[in-house]
């Protein structure tokens, strides 16, 4: 196997997109559709920040759920 992370995630994610991928204290509801718009988002805005396949990033964050877009969307640029 040579999938990454998300590649594993994401090969679920049509089957299930409308379903709810997180179901936050609050009530409000992620589905996989939207994680996998979200993190699709953010890796495109890291790379278009100059960033590359095996570059390094960090960051500190809440618990959101940006923060998991954020962490998908590296995993789906490459970026470790």
Request: proline content about 5%; some cysteine; glycine content about 8%.
């Amino acid at each position: 196997m040579n999938e990454n992370l998300y590649a594993l995630l994401a090969g679920h994610f049509p089957a299930v997109a409308d379903a709810p991928c997180l179901i936050l204290p609050n009530g409000r509801r992620v589905s996989y559709a939207e994680m996998e718009s979200q993190s699709a988002r953010y890796g495109n805005l890291l790379v278009a920040a100059g960033l590359k396949k095996g570059d390094r990033v960090a960051a500190q964050v809440e618990k959101t759920p940006e923060a998991l877009y954020l962490y998908l969307g590296c995993l789906r640029a490459g970026l470790v």
